[in-house]
């Protein structure tokens, strides 16, 4: 039992470490970390992006800008603590933890990359908008907290079926 424990723990350390390395990695080529976020909505509504250094993409009629607060960084490090802090230690043996840990770094990351890229994408519509800052970050929030949620309930339903 005890071991078992010490595992948990040190996968939880490796969990904020590895957040950690994420953030700074993800922030230091903003120009890298955003190009996912780019290419979908450039192929979702046809817009062509210039990079402007330490801001982003900007849309190239000025439109809206894909900065760094746009990233996801910060959703995809709660949605990888909610599953490793909250499901991790229903996994048995060094292995299979081991295993699912890698297998929610991943499944954190598409999953903060799918949410922003949506989030940015309801937000368009209002971009000419007089209170669209408003407008983003209420669906921001709303998108966000729906998420963390969502995945907490479809993780402990899916581990309570197991």
């Known amino acids: 039992m005890l071991s078992a424990r010490r595992n948990d723990i040190l996968f939880y350390a490796a969990g904020i470490a590895v957040c950690a390395a994420s953030y700074i990695i993800l922030n230091k080529n903003i120009a890298l970390s955003l190009l996912p976020h780019k290419t979908a909505l450039a192929y979702l509504f046809n817009f062509n992006f210039i990079f402007i250094e330490n801001v982003g993409y900007e849309q190239t009629n000025g439109l809206f800008t894909i900065s760094r607060s746009c990233m996801g960084v ?5 949605l990888f603590l909610i599953m490793t802090f909250g499901f991790l230690h229903t996994y048995a043996g060094m292995k299979r933890k081991a295993a699912a840990f ?6 954190a990351l598409v999953l903060a990359w799918a949410i922003t890229v949506f989030r940015i994408a309801a ?4 971009c000419t908008w007089p ?6 970050n209420t669906i921001s929030l709303m998108i966000y907290f729906m998420a963390g949620l969502v995945l907490y309930f479809i993780m402990e339903r899916r581990l309570n079926n197991r």
């Open 74 to 78: 910060k959703l995809f490090i709660n």
């Open 102 to 107: 890698i297998k929610f770094y991943f499944m």
């Open 123 to 126: 937000s368009v519509p209002f």
């Open 131 to 136: 209170r669209f800052h408003l407008i983003h």
